[in-house]
């Protein structure tokens, strides 16, 4: 595979376009989408079964630290990301991520794949509930955040996501407004992103029929090309949230997720 063929860059970069604003629009990471079309890429190149959806989760991962970026400067304009709640959630999603690497390494990637497929009817099926908190509810003490936060990059570090399937949900349980819970999803993007891909280059150093420009599980061109399209999208996502009621959307993109989960557990 040319890592200059015209085609690859095109289907690449057209990942890249929808990841970056729905990352900005949803507060999604886009590893819902780029996952499986990555891996989709990937597996008709003829990369092996096992390898394709670690490297389209390592991928996804360090894609989101740049999309992450973006967004989070398009929140924070807005007054939309709590850094408090950065602050407290972060240190538990840094053990998580790195952890959750290693476990993936060791999964077969079949098993993965059906991970991520639960994982995106998971967060279909948020989508569609659009539960409302009780008022009363507020975060956790720091120790039970901590572990909410090691839950959220564990998880996160095992599909390839943002962690905003997780931490948006458990946001506005605790009666934090949606799009402050977008924001901060956003910002805790990066953290999940950097210790996930270290751990993921770490795992998959001196596999064999790698592609080329691979870095242990994580492909350089997908990162790269990717990262540029996202980084143009994600302010337009997070510009078109803050002008529009988005709830019927998500009920729309649920559809979507439904049809990609089912997708990876017919492969």
Known sequence: MSLLDPILILEL??????????????????????????????????????????????????????????????????????????KVLAPGILVGSLLGAQIAHALPGKLLGILFAI?????????????????????????????????????????????????VPFMTWCNIKIHDAVGTSAALGFPIALAGTIGYIYAGLGLPQMPPGSVGYLYLPGLFIISAASMVMAPVGARTAHRMDIQPLKKVFAVVLYCLAAYFLLR
């Not at 989709?40 to 992450?68: C, E, N, Q, R, W």
């Not at 990301?81 to 950065?86: K, N």
């Not at 509930?129 to 009363?136: A, I, T, Y």
Request: proline share 6%; with cysteine.
């Open 13 to 86: 970069a057209t990942i890249g376009t929808c990841t970056g604003f729905l990352a900005g629009l949803l507060g999604i990471g886009g590893g819902m989408i780029m996952v499986p079309f990555l891996s989709i890429i990937l597996a008709h190149k003829g990369y092996p079964a096992d390898y394709t959806v670690k490297m389209a989760v390592a991928t996804s991962l360090a894609t989101i630290a740049f999309t992450s970026v973006s967004s989070v400067r398009a929140h924070n304009q807005r007054g939309a990301v709590l850094w408090p709640v950065v």
């Open 119 to 167: 994982f995106v009817a998971f967060s279909a099926t948020q989508m569609f509930l659009n539960r409302r908190p009780e008022p009363s509810r507020t975060l956790p003490g720091p120790l039970a955040t901590f572990g909410v936060g090691n839950v959220i990059g564990l998880l996160s570090s095992l599909v390839g996501a943002g962690g905003a399937f997780v931490s």
